[in-house]
């Protein structure tokens, strides 16, 4: 197998999550309202790239070529990412957004030790990670529907920026 995908996604999730893990842990060991932010910036994250990877798999690709015929910055670049939707969709959504959910889930947890150590510890375990996971799937559900009305726009903004990072040919 020349391009084993499932391979890099396995170590990348991995790597991702260590990472989103220590930062957001060590940032919540200052106190909760850090850890707050923290919770609500996976989230956001986890929204944003489920939003790139609706955007990507839903984008008319002609436009992007207009843009590109008329050497719009950023427009070549989003034409890469419609050509590998289905890669950058499942980076997007499944790397991305999964390890978020699971983060953002652990890191709830934390939050209701913190704030409750008592007997009733488990029902505010319950009430917060609903909460969360009411947030999660309602902004991703909101987020596909602009995703999908917005694809063009939104795929070009994102080539447009990976293309400060990158040179376009």
């Known amino acids: ?12 999730t991995f790597i991702l999550a260590i990472l989103f893990s220590l930062v957001a842990n060590y940032l919540g060991k200052f106190n909760n309202i850090i850890l707050v932010i923290c919770i609500l910036s996976i989230l956001i994250i986890g929204i944003i790239f489920d939003i790139i990877g609706v955007a990507v798999l839903s984008c008319d690709e002609k436009a992007l ?9 950023g427009a070549k670049k989003a034409i890469k990412l419609t050509k590998n939707s289905s890669t950058v969709s499942s980076f997007c959504n499944d790397v991305v957004g999964d390890v ?3 983060v953002s889930g652990s890191l709830i947890t934390v ?3 913190n704030l409750f150590l008592n007997n009733s510890l488990s029902l505010w375990n319950v009430i917060f990670s609903s909460i969360l996971s009411s947030l999660t799937v309602g902004g991703k559900a909101i987020g596909k529907k602009i995703a999908i009305k917005n694809a063009n726009d939104i795929t070009y903004f994102v080539g447009k920026v990976l293309s400060i990072f990158s040179k376009e040919k």
């Open 100 to 102: 978020c959910g699971i």
């Open 65 to 73: 070529h207009s843009r590109a015929s008329q050497k719009i910055k």
């Open 1 to 12: 197998m020349k391009n084993n995908w499932t391979i890099k996604v396995f170590v990348l």
């Open 111 to 113: 939050l209701v030790v």
